[in-house]
């Protein structure tokens, strides 16, 4: 009895944001959005193989993508805070929709070429730069700060879950149908995120209206810039978005040059890491209002590194499959942590300018993809893991003292 109890308290803590009407619809129209972005990535990784046959390429469309979002990431974050989040990112689903649809035709009419994958990767940046602080900014509006790392892990359960669903989708249509039916697939998930989106209830109008929309740019550059904790924040997400979370830029090559799989089987390796993040963010969901999540962020982060060293040394598909799973889960519980601690140090004022920054961090995972996809080009996938993870675990114990020494991180949180 008693363990029944406990099972059921850790349950409603676990659902507790989803028992908030408004965050259902968000999270079933997130699940969607991410099955899109998560698909997409997919399509275009392993159709950039099949056109080049050439890792670098791969990573130079990475790349495109990564800097566009980058040099509009300040932007959106300007955009979150001025603009009605609700009919901003139904707009952005439209957008992402459209894009996938245009790609789509183009492959089933033979006239899709590398600059045409090019200038899309470049808008489907500007959208993400734009489309992650609105979300997150979103959820803060719906749950508050004492539910804000449950929603947002809540949030990356229905992320990594489409992800996992996603892959085995784009893999198995890609190998069945054709890549030209895996960008129908990104074109439908979007426009059903748009869709319900509309039905999202809540006011989600913009607090700042009076400044100039420069003016309001260059606040949110110097909060975050005079804000030390904000900061080293900032400078971690570079880090894990650079070496960490390229990984999964990095998937349809480890899949082709180092395991020797068919699009079915990036898929399943996919699918792999997508499992991972989705078990992780269940566990870290059930957490609650955890007081501890720096240590959460800094030993997942830790954990990332040591995964992708010893990834780098593996030839084993079974083992390749385990060591995804597990880079997957400990993203997943440094992503929640992270999140988490930058909404609860912003005010509600500067918040969507601090998240437009944090978002354009995300531009380094498809920059990371380049560079990595350079290094693959030129000597080897398992030269650029061992890169990605030597870099990141040597890093981390610096970090982690200054964390130490800072109480604001366990005043706030």
Not at 92 to 114: A, E
Not at 130 to 153: D, E, H, Y
């Amino acid at each position: 009895m008693i363990l029944l109890v406990h099972l059921k308290n850790r349950s409603t803590i676990l659902f507790s944001a989803l028992n908030n009407r408004n965050y259902r619809w968000y999270w079933f129209a997130a699940f969607f959005s991410s099955m899109s972005t998560g698909v997409n990535l997919i399509t275009q990784g392993w159709l950039v193989l099949e056109m080049t046959n050439d890792p670098l390429w791969v990573g130079i469309l990475a790349g495109i993508n990564g800097i566009a979002q980058i040099s509009f990431g300040t932007l959106g974050g300007v955009i979150v805070d001025r603009c009605n989040k609700r009919i901003t990112i139904i707009i952005l689903q439209i957008f992402s929709g459209i894009i996938g649809l245009i790609l789509s035709l183009l492959l089933i009419y033979n006239h899709l070429d590398l600059w045409h994958l090019a200038i899309a990767a470049m808008f489907n940046g500007i959208l993400q730069s734009v489309r992650i602080p609105t979300g997150n900014s979103i959820v803060f509006s719906i749950v508050g700060s004492k539910s804000i790392l449950n929603a947002l892990a809540s949030q990356l359960i229905g992320f990594n879950t489409s992800r996992m669903i996603g892959s085995i989708l784009a893999g198995t249509v890609i190998s069945v149908f054709g890549t030209e039916y895996s960008y129908l697939l990104v074109m439908l998930c979007s426009l059903t995120a748009a869709i319900l989106f509309f039905f999202m209830g809540g006011s989600y109008e913009s607090i700042v209206t009076k400044d100039s929309f420069w003016k309001s740019l260059i606040e949110g550059i110097k909060f975050s810039w005079n804000d030390k904790t904000i900061l080293l924040l900032l400078s971690i997400s570079v880090l894990i978005e650079l070496f960490g979370f390229s990984f999964f830029i990095m998937l349809p090559i480890i899949a082709k040059e180092i395991l020797g799989l068919n699009a079915q089987g990036l898929g399943y390796l996919s699918a792999a890491n997508a499992l991972g993040s989705t078990i992780s963010t269940i566990l870290v969901a059930s957490l609650g209002d955890f007081r501890y999540k720096p240590h959460l962020l800094l030993v997942s982060a830790l954990c990332v590194g040591v995964s992708l060293t010893v990834f780098a040394f593996t030839e084993f598909i079974i083992l390749s499959f385990i060591l995804s799973f597990i880079i997957g889960a400990f993203l997943m519980s440094y992503d929640a942590s992270m999140g988490s601690l930058l909404q609860l140090l912003c005010t509600n004022e500067i918040r969507g300018r601090v998240l437009g920054i944090y978002g354009l961090t995300f531009g380094f995972t498809t920059l990371g993809g380049f560079f990595l996809g350079a290094i693959s080009s030129l000597f080897s996938p398992a030269m650029a893991l061992g890169i990605s993870g030597i870099s990141i675990v040597t890093t981390i114990p610096f970090v982690q003292s200054r964390i130490r020494k800072n109480t604001r991180f366990y005043t706030e949180s």
